[in-house]
């Protein structure tokens, strides 16, 4: 999903629905990722545990490029709502989501301590 949200609240609702969608379809333990951008500096990341921080950037100008889900084979973005392999994403989703599973080093023992 690529269009601006009005509130932090509302991305992280879309952020935890991609997550639970992920879940659903997969059976795979996932975690969200909210990706925001201000003016030129680089995009930045969030994930469980910094909503608050969300909230906070969104109401300092920062834009929402996307809100997805990232499992350890599959990436999940609103709009259709349909999981897929991270390379076959579209390019935006794809580039985020490889991103995504750097920082949180994103694999199966990572995986197995976040709660379902």
């Known amino acids: 999903m690529s269009h601006q949200y009005f509130n932090g609240n509302f991305a992280i609702g879309e952020a935890q629905k991609c997550r639970q969608m992920l879940l659903e379809q997969t059976g795979s333990k996932s975690t969200w990722c909210i990706v925001t951008k201000k003016g030129f500096w680089p995009a930045s990341y969030f994930f469980p545990g910094d909503e608050d921080l969300v909230r906070e950037k969104l109401n300092q ?10 499992g350890p084979r599959h990436v999940l973005a609103g709009g259709d709502y ?18 995504a599973m750097k920082e949180t080093r994103l694999g199966y023992r990572r995986l197995s301590r976040i709660p379902t």
């Open 61 to 70: 100008g920062h834009e929402v490029l996307l809100v997805f889900a990232v």
């Open 82 to 99: 349909q999981a897929m392999d991270p390379d076959s994403a579209p390019k935006l989703l794809r580039r985020h989501a490889r991103t």
